[in-house]
């Protein structure tokens, strides 16, 4: 595709003319404005890991169609031995995840950063008290941000590089603001809910993510649930039985 063919097909995702599928990797910022498909390297107070180079749009919730993988993203709080149980079925199943954790729990749970990452899981910020962002005035916002990030780079040497709002699927222009602020240009929803929340059960948990999941999805589930513990074993076989691995979100877009 020659460059103006290019520039022609960037503006027709941005404008939604053309569906997703045809974007060729870009995705749609809430904003309206198209991103290539790559990684961003946050900037702001803290350090964070060198990530892929292209800049990624505002909120992502679908990493790359073209690619045979899925990332499986996890809100991290719970029970220590139902977490330690769930990375145990991850590394089995030789699948890697991403853990974004609350930082209460990380305050309260230290050792968890250690083992999430000695799996060779990846871990980011899921705010610090896990409060409905969308009902928070921006300096409430940026407090629950950077409490976490503070968390995060105390016990890795890093701020991480993804962050995902609380109690919320899609992040306000307020919560994008203040996370570019704290260093994560990105805020990171799904394409896929598991529901496990709601504790339908293993094989209901399995059965929602398979019919939905597709090349590049992004998977929201939580730690700390038995249901999605026991879901693990069937829901890996059924992603490698379509060819697909589980990696982590650095792993899905670079």
């Not at 027709?12 to 569906?19: D, I």
């Not at 870009?26 to 803290?46: C, L, M």
């Not at 909120?59 to 499986?72: F, I, K, N, W």
């Not at 249901?227 to 589980?246: F, K, S």
Request: hydrophobic letters at 40%.
């Amino acid at each position: 595709m020659d460059r103006r063919a290019t520039l022609r097909a960037a503006a027709a995702c941005a404008l939604g003319a053309l569906p997703a599928a045809g974007c060729d990797g870009w995705h749609v910022a809430p904003d309206g404005g198209p991103a290539r498909s790559g990684a961003a390297t946050p900037s702001g107070p803290g350090t964070a890991p060198s990530g892929p180079s292209a800049p990624l749009p505002a909120e992502l919730s679908h990493g790359p169609r073209d690619r045979r993988a899925v990332a499986l993203t996890f809100h991290g709080q719970g029970d220590a031995a139902l977490v330690r149980a769930l990375l145990g079925e991850l590394e089995r199943g030789g699948a890697h995840a991403t853990v974004l954790a609350v930082g209460t729990w990380l305050a309260e749970q230290p050792s968890m950063a250690r083992r999430v990452l000695d799996g060779g899981h990846e871990l980011g910020n899921h705010t610090q008290h896990h409060r409905d962002l969308a009902r928070l005035d921006g300096p409430g916002v940026l407090a629950e941000i950077t409490a976490c990030a503070g968390q995060l780079r105390q016990l890795t040497g890093s701020i991480g590089t993804w962050f995902r709002p609380s109690q919320t699927r899609h992040a306000t222009e307020r919560i994008r603001a203040q996370a570019r602020r704290a260093g994560y240009p990105t805020c990171l929803s799904y394409d896929v809910d598991s529901l496990d929340q709601t504790d339908p059960g293993p094989a209901a948990i399995a059965r929602t993510v398979g019919a939905a999941v597709r090349n590049g999805s992004i998977v929201s589930l939580h730690c700390g649930r038995p249901g999605t513990v026991a879901a693990m074993p069937a829901l890996l076989e059924q992603l490698r039985g379509r060819g697909l691995r589980a990696v982590t979100m650095r792993e899905l877009m670079t």
